[in-house]
């Protein structure tokens, strides 16, 4: 009476592939922004009306990068 | 009387007795082969009407000769390698299947797994730029807005002499927007 071997079974490949998405945030974005420069008490300007205007959307301007870098850093999980 | 014993067993008679006795033996192992085969033959085919039945019936195959038993086990492995498949039975698939099988199976659900990963980082994606979007759209109101507040602050501010305007305090509080 023979006795059959049983049949080895197939090796194991295992492919294992994983995708990690990570977002880094340059360094500009990490430094803190700093804050506008403070303006002279009592000051006055005199001058041109469009250059006078031109001063005034200067800073409108400014405070407008401010806030799209500060959204930006919020973005970057900074804030 | 010993010599008359003696003539009995004497000339031909004494080649008789051996053939016969030679004849007996020869006999004897002949028919112990022939029982033996018998034996032999009766037990592999019923060790045979026991595999058939073994492969029939999903049985042990211990009873088997090697080849036989190795091709019914390979066929048994493909019926589970394709239940396991289409069942998604990971278990199933690393006991039945064939390396080739496993690696081609492996490697769809690594592919699977980063379709989904990268569908969901395009998900959030689109929300983000969805939400970056109405950002920068409340941003361009409130810039449009100051500027708007500039102008009206230096429309109000005294014109001097040689058309220069002057910008006190309060105007310039209102042209900055503080």
């Known amino acids: 009476m023979s006795r059959a071997k049983p049949l080895p079974r197939a090796a194991d490949p295992v492919v294992m592939r994983s995708v990690e998405t990570r977002r880094e945030c340059p360094a500009e974005l990490l430094a803190d922004v700093s ?15 469009e250059t006078l205007l031109w001063v005034g959307r200067l800073k409108n301007w400014g405070e407008d990068l401010a806030a799209r870098l500060s959204a930006a850093r919020t973005e970057c999980g900074v804030n | 009387m010993i010599a008359g014993l003696l003539s ?32 032999e033959l009766r037990e592999k085919v019923a060790d045979s009407a026991a595999c058939t039945a073994a492969v029939k019936s999903g049985g042990d195959l211990l009873i088997c000769p090697q080849p036989v038993a190795d091709a019914a086990t390979q066929a048994r492995r493909y019926l589970e390698c394709d239940a396991a498949l289409a069942e998604g039975r990971i278990y199933g698939v690393a006991s039945a299947c064939s390396a080739a099988v496993k690696r081609r199976d ?3 659900e690594a592919a699977a797994h980063e379709a989904r990963q990268l569908e969901a980082e395009l998900t959030r994606t689109r929300a983000s730029a969805q939400a970056a979007l109405s ?7 409130a810039l449009l807005r100051k500027d708007q507040n500039a102008a009206l602050a230096l429309s109000r501010a005294p014109v001097g002499a040689h058309g220069r305007v002057r910008c006190d305090d309060q105007c310039l509080r209102e042209l900055l927007g503080e």
């Open chain 2, 135 to 141: 950002r920068a759209q409340s941003r361009a109101q």
């Open chain 1, 35 to 49: 804050p506008a420069p403070a303006r002279p008490e009592k000051g006055w300007l005199e001058g041109e009306a």
């Open chain 2, 106 to 108: 492996a490697e769809a």
């Open chain 2, 8 to 39: 009995v067993f004497s000339g031909r008679r004494w080649l008789a007795a051996g053939a016969a006795g030679l004849a007996l033996v020869a006999g004897l192992f002949w028919f112990r082969a022939v029982l033996t085969e018998r034996l």
